[in-house]
């Protein structure tokens, strides 16, 4: 992760796709919802905690302090690095859906959705979008997404006046 005049370029290894890609994360219009001014609030946190590398999103404890590394019988399992699990990140999205009075089922894939249909609906390009997302180029399932925004806002019944 490096900062930049833009924010911050980080560094993810994207799964799917099996590469590690450059994202950037960008300054937000509004200092409440930041994601630059919320990552460095999370590394000062974590500076304080006393980490100062290793994974951005770890496993905490139910005092808000990184967790120590997770035992069964006696042997360590789960991450070394206290790196958090999709499973606990899902829950942490579901608890926060719950929190802010949202209805239906949230998770984190609804986030990366949310993050495409976003997009699109602002206009930008599904290549760009995929390579953001960490989707592969041509990806069926981001085509998906990009048909549900399309058939709405291409639709020829946009701007008739009805």
């Not at 994202?23 to 219009?29: K, P, V």
């Not at 041509?138 to 925004?149: C, E, F, I, Q, T």
């Amino acid at each position: 992760m490096v900062e930049t005049e833009h924010g911050y370029d980080v560094t993810l290894y994207r799964k799917k796709v099996r590469k590690h890609t450059t994202n950037a994360i960008l300054y937000g219009t509004d200092p409440v919802t930041c994601p630059v001014r919320a990552l460095r609030a999370h590394l000062a946190a974590l500076a304080a905690a006393g980490r100062t590398e290793g994974p951005l999103f770890l496993r905490v404890d139910r005092w808000d302090r990184p967790a120590p590394q997770m035992t069964r019988g006696g042997r360590a399992i789960g991450d070394p690095a206290g790196r958090m699990t999709a499973e606990a990140a899902a829950e942490v999205i579901e608890r926060l859906a719950v929190a802010a009075g949202l209805s239906g089922a949230w998770s984190g894939h609804s986030l990366r959705r949310s993050f495409a249909t976003a997009a699109r609906a602002a206009g930008h390009d599904p290549l760009e979008i995929a390579r953001a997302g960490g989707w592969g180029d041509g990806s069926r399932v981001l085509a998906r997404y990009m048909d549900d925004v399309d058939r709405v806002k291409n639709s020829p019944l946009v701007g008739m006046g009805l």
